[in-house]
């Protein structure tokens, strides 16, 4: 009777093992498979570090200080150990974890499916395959808060049209974003599927923008205005010195233009229209004065820049002395 049992069990391990081998690869993002298609959908979120607490990803604050980007790898070790994880809730017995374990492979290649169609859009194709390699970002910065909806593209080459041109959401050179959220008010994440060459950090182009080059120093705000040619809308020089000096109303607050006083500061350049009848007497119109403080969407480029000079790029911050001789301390009797 011993034996007769062994052998029903035996039966049942192959059976699963058998049952574990044929992952379903085509199927909906609504269809039960070797797990429920709710489960399915909640682990590739997780898979994706939603729900992961930000401690479990930046260990230390000092590790992402204001005004930074850091790049990375998902460690896919980990993320398939946050899944087992997950999984071995339900388990009671060892029954169970027995068929888990034989049932692993199957959910593993499902979610790598899954996982590739996060985000697609409904007139995209849904992918199969593997999962590759995912890397990404985050960035904590003013300018995430100042501009919620921020756009982030990805290539895997270098897109030969240069930085500043336009690419469709078709562009078959462009990297999927897996995920784009606000993990806080200034802080971003972003995981792309692959390993792009070049990204661009963008801000968005909805509406116009109007705004000047500012600068804080000692407490104290000034701007800068680059001139615009009336006729070609190009600027009059990018001669830092040739700027405009842009004058803030006096008894207010720091940052308020006075806009009187800075269309007389463009009437001193005549190919602004500002003073087209040369009497001294600004003349600009709406319109006039739009195509003057009118800014294009700032683009960060990050990439890989061929014979860059290290200290161009790269200043450090802590100096090397200073750590040995705050981290050993030394007894000079015993040197």
């Known amino acids: 009777m011993i034996n007769q049992n062994l052998d029903v069990i035996h039966g049942l391990a192959t059976q ?11 199927f909906g993002p609504d269809d039960d498979t070797a797990m429920p298609a709710e489960l399915r959908n909640w682990l590739v979120r997780l898979r994706l570090l939603e729900g992961v607490p930000f401690a479990n990803l930046v260990a230390d604050t000092e590790l992402l200080p204001p005004e930074s980007i850091r790049w990375f790898f998902v460690d896919r070790q980990w993320t398939d150990a946050i899944v087992q994880g997950a999984l071995s809730v339900g388990t009671v017995n060892s029954d169970d974890r027995v068929q888990l374990g034989t049932q692993y492979d199957a959910i593993r290649v499902e979610l790598d499916v899954e996982e590739r169609n996060v985000r697609l ?15 990404g970002f985050l960035l904590r910065s003013d300018a995430v808060a100042g501009w919620p909806g921020m756009h982030v593209r990805a290539f895997d080459v270098d897109p030969a049209e240069g930085d500043d041109a336009q690419f469709p959401d078709d562009d078959d050179r462009r990297i999927r974003l897996l995920r784009l959220e606000r993990l806080a008010p200034a802080v971003l994440l972003c995981l792309f599927d692959g390993i792009p060459q070049v990204v661009h950090i963008e801000e968005p182009r909805q509406g116009v ?8 120093a000692g407490g104290e705000r000034s ?5 615009r040619d009336k006729d070609t809308f190009e600027y009059l020089t990018q001669d830092p010195n040739a700027a405009v000096d842009v004058p803030f109303r006096y008894r207010g607050a720091s ?12 009437a001193t350049h005549p190919e602004t229209g500002a003073d087209d009848d040369g009497d001294g007497v600004t003349d600009l119109d709406s319109a006039e004065y739009a195509l003057q403080l ?13 014979n ?15 750590v040995v001789s705050h981290t050993f ?5 015993e040197i």
């Open 223 to 227: 701007a800068t205005l680059f001139p």
């Open 255 to 266: 940052g308020v233009v006075d806009i009187r006083r800075l269309a007389d500061e463009l």
């Open 16 to 26: 699963y093992a058998f049952v574990s081998n044929t992952p379903v690869l085509d």
């Open 294 to 306: 009118i800014r294009f969407p700032w683009r960060q480029v990050f990439g890989d820049v061929d």
């Open 329 to 333: 301390v030394f007894d000079q009797n």
């Open 121 to 135: 859009g409904a007139s995209n194709a849904r992918r199969t395959g593997e999962a590759g390699p995912i890397s």
């Open 209 to 216: 923008q109007f705004g000047f080059d500012v600068t804080d």
């Open 308 to 322: 860059e000079i290290v200290a161009d790029v790269f200043h450090p911050t802590v100096s090397y002395r200073d």
